[in-house]
């Protein structure tokens, strides 16, 4: 049951720390994809007594299933501005030393590309609107991160 006073919404606009790192899990039904990445959001805060100012940059892991994170493969480049919508996860498990560790990731369920269009001549049908997971390869809200998760891969197809 959903708490109807409540809401776990995260949007960022910012620049990509790296290129995603992208891994194919096998499953029965067929292969389900991840992409884990980086995305840094800056700050201005300004000192009213020295009258200067200074930028404060945030780091986000930055985490997209299925067909989203096949996306992210494509498109996704080191620099890129982008506007991503997702939710926070934490998460829980035991490193190889028997040690309980946490991480907290935004989940991507929306990513649009922003900033000028590259030179170079579109690879394919490429389109400009952004991408919306539709939500059936999103991850278990219990996945630890020494399992494959699993459950069904959606059928549908990226819209380009």
């Not at 982008?82 to 907290?104: A, M, P």
Request: overall charge negative; glycine content about 8%; charged content about 30%.
């Amino acid at each position: 049951m959903r708490d109807v006073n409540s809401l776990n919404k995260v949007i960022l606009i910012g620049r990509l720390g790296q290129r995603p790192e992208i891994r194919h899990l096998a499953q029965a039904q067929g292969d389900r994809s991840i992409a884990r990445f980086t995305l840094a959001t800056n700050e201005r805060l300004f000192n009213p007594q020295t009258n200067q100012a200074s930028i404060r940059t945030e780091w986000h892991n930055l985490v997209a299933w299925g067909k989203l994170a096949e996306f992210c493969e494509r498109f996704l480049e080191t620099g890129k501005q982008i506007l991503v919508e997702g939710k926070i996860r934490t998460r829980s498990w035991q490193d190889r030393d028997g040690n309980k560790r946490k991480s907290t990731e935004i989940e991507a369920f929306n990513i649009v590309l922003l900033g000028p269009r590259e030179s170079q001549p579109p690879r394919g049908n490429e389109i400009d609107a952004p991408y919306r997971d539709s939500g059936q390869d999103a991850a278990p809200a219990d996945f630890p991160a020494d399992e494959e998760p699993t459950g069904p891969i959606g059928e549908d197809d990226v819209p380009f």
